[in-house]
């Protein structure tokens, strides 16, 4: 018995879609360059930034503290979903007619909008109409995201993990 020659075109059929993923993200990603250099681009001469104006954002001190910033949030919100959505894994049923139905309910916040994210939280934890922030009001914890800086970094650090372990826990 002769063995069948292996035609390996499988991958001839996935190109057009590779292409497409690869053109809706260069494109923007190139637009996106392309502003950054020209922004705030009026100190010099040909409207474009240069090292030197580069070489200034870089040791600018206000941007260096947003930088920081945003790399804690980032290091502090990945410290919370990485085990908290691993967990959430190990917990989850692996077979039977519940497995199907939780890694739904698992996947629910990945699929609503980010700006419909944004929504539903900020009501949530708005004192005067939410749920969440009357009741954290009521515990006497002087809840107050749209005056206190460290509520509403609490806040966002709530909403980023809600809207992103599942993510964590369906890959696992």
């Known amino acids: 018995m002769t063995a069948r020659p ?5 991958w001839f059929w996935a190109l057009p ?3 497409c993923s690869a053109l809706l993200v260069l494109w923007p990603l190139a637009g996106l360059i392309d502003v950054a250099l020209h922004a705030g681009a009026s100190t010099s001469p040909s409207g474009r930034l240069g090292l030197h ?3 200034q954002l870089a040791l600018d001190a ?8 945003q790399l804690g949030f980032t290091a502090v919100a990945l ?3 990485l085990p908290l959505g691993i967990a959430l894994a190990l917990a989850m049923p692996r077979a039977g007619r519940l497995a199907g139905a939780v890694a739904i309910a698992v996947a629910v916040p990945l699929i609503v909008p980010w700006a419909a994210v944004g929504a539903l939280w900020r009501i949530a934890a708005d004192p005067q109409v939410g749920l969440l922030g009357a009741s954290l009001q009521a515990l ?3 809840w107050r995201p749209a005056e ?3 509520d509403a970094w609490l806040l966002l650090l709530a909403v980023d ?3 992103w372990t599942p993510l964590v826990a369906l890959l696992c």
Request: a positive charge; proline letters at 0%; aromatic letters at 4%.
């Open 79 to 81: 410290a919370v979903e």
């Open 53 to 55: 104006e580069l070489r």
């Open 17 to 19: 879609v590779l292409a």
């Open 62 to 69: 206000e941007l260096r503290a947003i930088l920081l910033h």
């Open 161 to 163: 993990v809600w809207h």
């Open 148 to 150: 206190r800086a460290l």
């Open 140 to 142: 006497g914890l002087g």
């Open 6 to 10: 292996v035609r390996q075109v499988a």
